[in-house]
T-cell receptor, first 110, second 112 residues
C-alpha cells in the first residue's frame, strides 16, 4: 500500500519562528489533507490540497503531486500552534480511505 | 451547525462486553468515516459511508466490529466481545464529497 512519511518527527521552536513540515508519499493520490491535532486531541482540518498552493493566515501549503510531496509552512509561530501535524492521503482509486502519516510533533516555546 | 458530535466521550468496559458508539455528522455532509487512533500514532481508517451505503471497510474491521448509518444520518459503531487491544480513541469524521474532513472529538474506549 501507499506509504506516507512525515519529517521531522519532532520540532521545537521559539515563538515567532517559521517552520516547514514535509510529507512524502509513495504513489499517486487523489486527496491530500493536512490536520492539526491539538494537545486535547481534537483534529482540525487545515487544508484540502491534492495539488497546488493554498494559504490561510499564517499557514500555507504546497503539494507537488508529480513529485509526490507536500509542504506545510507555519510562519510567526505561536504557542497555540503546538500539537501534532498530520498529513493524510487517499490513493488514486480510493474515495474514503485517508491514510495518515505518523505526524510531526511541534512544540512552540514562549 | 455544531460540527460532528460523538457520544459517549469516554467508555470503560470489561473485556467481553459489547459497546456501541454514536456519531452525528454535519447535516449537509454525505460522507461519514470511522477511524481509530492509539497513543502516538496517526488515525487508522476503519470504514466509510456515502449516504447510507457502506462503501469501504478496512481489514482492521474484524467480525466483531459492525457499523451502520441508517437513513444516511447518524452512524453507530458496535464492538462485540471487546478485547484489551480494542482500547483506543474512536474518531468519526464527515465530509461533503471527498473534500476536507471534519472530525469529532472522539470516544475514548478503555477495556479492562
Amino acid at each position: 500500500g501507499i506509504q506516507v512519511e512525515q519529517s521531522p518527527p519532532d520540532l521545537i521552536l521559539q515563538e515567532g519562528a517559521n517552520s516547514t513540515l514535509r510529507c512524502n508519499f509513495s504513489d499517486s493520490v487523489n486527496n491530500l489533507q493536512w490536520f492539526h491535532q491539538n494537545p486535547w486531541g481534537q483534529l482540525i482540518n487545515l487544508f484540502y490540497i491534492p495539488s497546488g498552493t493554498k494559504q490561510n493566515g499564517r499557514l500555507s501549503a504546497t503539494t507537488v503531486a508529480t513529485e509526490r510531496y507536500s509542504l506545510l509552512y507555519i510562519s510567526s509561530s505561536q504557542t497555540t500552534d503546538s500539537g501534532v501535524y498530520f498529513c493524510a492521503v487517499a490513493p488514486g482509486g480510493s474515495q474514503g480511505n485517508l491514510i495518515f502519516g505518523k505526524g510531526t510533533k511541534l512544540s512552540v516555546k514562549p | 451547525d455544531t460540527g460532528v458530535s460523538q457520544d459517549p466521550r469516554h467508555k470503560i468496559t470489561k473485556r467481553g462486553q459489547n459497546v456501541t458508539f454514536r456519531c452525528d455528522p454535519i447535516s449537509e455532509h454525505n460522507r461519514l468515516y470511522w477511524y481509530r487512533q492509539t497513543l502516538g500514532q496517526g488515525p487508522e481508517f476503519l470504514t466509510y459511508f456515502q449516504n447510507e451505503a457502506q462503501l469501504e471497510k478496512s481489514r482492521l474491521l474484524s467480525d466483531r466490529f459492525s457499523a451502520e448509518r441508517p437513513k444516511g444520518s447518524f452512524s453507530t459503531l458496535e464492538i462485540q466481545r471487546t478485547e484489551q487491544g480494542d482500547s483506543a480513541m474512536y474518531l468519526c469524521a464527515s465530509s461533503l464529497g471527498d473534500r476536507g474532513y471534519t472530525f469529532g472529538s472522539g470516544t475514548r474506549l478503555t477495556v479492562v
